[in-house]
């Protein structure tokens, strides 16, 4: 599984940017999402989780963002979004994401259960 991360840019207090997130899968393979994680590492800091969804009604945001951000997938197209609104200037960095589920063979056997990264995208935030 290769997840892509997109949709960073320069962004002005107050505005809103969505971050996509979409998984590939190789050979044929079909792929089960169970959880998918946005994470946000602002310079100079450790990462920390920002938003986290194993299925549309159980979402979980990180008190700096609740209320501004929202996390959704699309299943039909393997993606995850963040939509991001109310931006502030400490909500700039690298925004990765990950998934977590199952990739289930083409050819009857051979599942893979596992978690994947992608490489992240950078949002900056000016005042």
């Known amino acids: 599984v290769q997840l892509q991360a997109s949709g960073g840019g320069l962004v002005q207090v107050g505005g809103s940017l969505t971050l996509s997130c979409a998984a590939s899968?190789?050979?044929?393979?079909?792929?089960?999402?169970?959880?998918i994680e946005w994470y946000h590492q602002a310079p100079g800091k450790q990462r920390e989780l920002v938003a986290s969804?194993?299925?549309?009604?159980?979402?979980h945001y990180a008190d700096s963002v609740k209320d501004r951000f929202t996390i959704s997938r699309d299943s039909t197209k393997n993606t995850a979004y963040l939509r991001m609104t109310n931006l502030k200037v400490e909500d700039t960095g690298v925004y990765s994401c990950?998934?977590?589920?199952?990739?289930?063979?083409?050819?009857?056997?051979?599942?893979?259960?596992?978690?994947?990264w992608g490489q992240g995208t950078l949002v900056t935030v000016s005042s």
């Open positions: 969804l194993t299925s549309p009604t159980n979402t």
């Open positions: 990950n998934m977590d589920g199952i990739v289930y063979s083409p050819y009857g056997s051979g599942d893979i259960v596992g978690r994947w």
């Open positions: 899968v190789a050979s044929g393979g079909r792929f089960n999402i169970r959880g």
